[in-house]
């Protein structure tokens, strides 16, 4: 299999709520009152998070099904902590973006303690998300301003 | 401001689908048909797109505001190609994740040259999500796994 594509493309609908576009399904983004938005949905950083726990659900299924273990249950919770100073420009003393996160995975399953052993060293070295919050993305920007008082 | 807490809590629905709580949001996640999926939402990776967009916007907004830039329209579009051959287990070359992202942004404003290479220079520093894509997240693990056999 080549690589796969995948984008969202979308717009500004005000100061705090993004509405975007994945293939045929739309997602609004929003901030909560406290974070001076209109709580009209989850805020970027809980969709980081469901996006994270979204990959380590298809991938502990995916390893499961490889090492024949059957799941009766599977819980994942993660959380983490930003220090909002940067953000609003009030310090550059901590990172700009999550601090740390916390995974927290509840697995009920028939797998003995060596191959639920297996079963996570291959979720954390293949699942997608997983490496792009645990290691560095190259990031290419490209801006295109339009300056009102030049046209 | 102290530093603030985000969480996402859920279970597995099926082995594509999560399904999530953020506060009062429910988010679901799953696969399109073509990785295995039933495509009752978008898929995990998508959410981490939509994610960073949304930061994004609130970014530039709450920059361009600190720098008196009026916002006429502001469109934002992110991509990016993952091999799923690690996902998958058939190779491990390349990385699990996007190998890297596009990110781009199509600003109209009143903001002369100067100003607008101020305010992306402020948004890339201050982007919670950017942040995390960009550089290394400490991430803990806790596997909380039982097993039948055992009880």
Request: aromatic letters at 6%; one cysteine or more; a positive charge.
């Given at each position: 299999m080549s690589t796969l594509n995948f984008a969202v493309t979308g717009n500004s609908a005000t100061q705090t709520k993004y509405e975007g576009y994945a293939r045929h399904f739309k997602i609004t983004v929003d901030e909560p009152h406290a974070l001076g938005g209109n709580d009209d949905a989850p805020?970027?950083?809980?969709?980081?998070?469901?996006?994270?726990?979204?990959?380590?659900?298809?991938?502990v299924n995916l390893v499961a099904k490889e090492l024949d273990i059957k799941i009766n249950s599977l819980k994942i919770e993660i959380s983490g902590d930003i220090d909002?100073?940067?953000?609003?420009?009030?310090s550059f003393?901590?990172?700009a973006g999550f601090l740390s996160l916390k995974v927290d995975i509840d697995l009920d399953s028939d797998a003995d303690e060596e191959t639920k052993t297996l079963?996570?060293?291959?979720?954390?070295?293949?699942?997608?998300?997983?490496?792009?919050?645990?290691?560095p993305t190259p990031i290419e920007y490209n801006i295109f301003a339009t300056n009102?008082?030049?046209n």
């Open positions: 805020n970027p950083v809980e969709y980081i998070l469901t996006g994270y726990a979204g990959c380590l659900n298809v991938v909002p100073a940067r953000l609003l420009g009030t003393n901590n990172r079963l996570f060293k291959q979720v954390k070295e293949r699942c997608p998300v997983n490496d792009n919050l645990s290691n009102l008082n030049l």
